[in-house]
């Protein structure tokens, strides 16, 4: 599967971004798709994963409660909607797909997106 972020973008704080991620293939709806971000010197952080069919999901603690990911099957994509950003949200933020269930290991997913870049000003 092929995975292509979008939606980043300069925001202030306490704003609010909604990114997407658009994935080719039919088999989309089987694989679980997660939300990583990185930033200069860093490695990849967990942000946010949901399973094939929505019904589980998981999220960082730096996440719960303002991001929530959601997913649109019939559409092969992805959300992250991002709420209350603060300036430590600044990152590229990746969407990646998994066939195993919802985990926070990177090394699990198998397929990447190329990233988006959020940056939050204070």
């Known amino acids: 599967v092929q995975l292509q972020a979008s939606g980043g973008g300069l925001v202030q704080a306490g704003e609010s971004l909604r990114l997407s991620c658009a994935a080719s293939?039919?088999?989309?709806?089987?694989?679980?798709t997660g939300w990583f971000r990185q930033t200069p010197g860093k490695e990849r952080e967990f942000v946010s994963a949901?399973?094939?069919?929505?019904?589980?999901?998981d999220y960082a603690d730096s996440a719960k409660g303002r991001f929530t990911i959601s997913r649109d099957n019939s559409k092969n994509t992805v959300y992250l909607q991002m709420n209350s950003l603060k300036p430590e949200d600044t990152a590229v933020y990746y969407c990646?797909?998994?066939?195993?269930?919802?985990?926070?290991?990177?090394?699990?997913?198998?397929?990447w997106g190329q990233g988006t870049l959020v940056t939050v000003s204070s």
């Open positions: 990646a797909a998994s066939f195993w269930r919802v985990r926070r290991d990177p090394t699990v997913f198998g397929s």
């Open positions: 293939g039919r088999t989309f709806s089987t694989y679980t």
């Open positions: 949901i399973s094939a069919s929505g019904d589980s999901t």
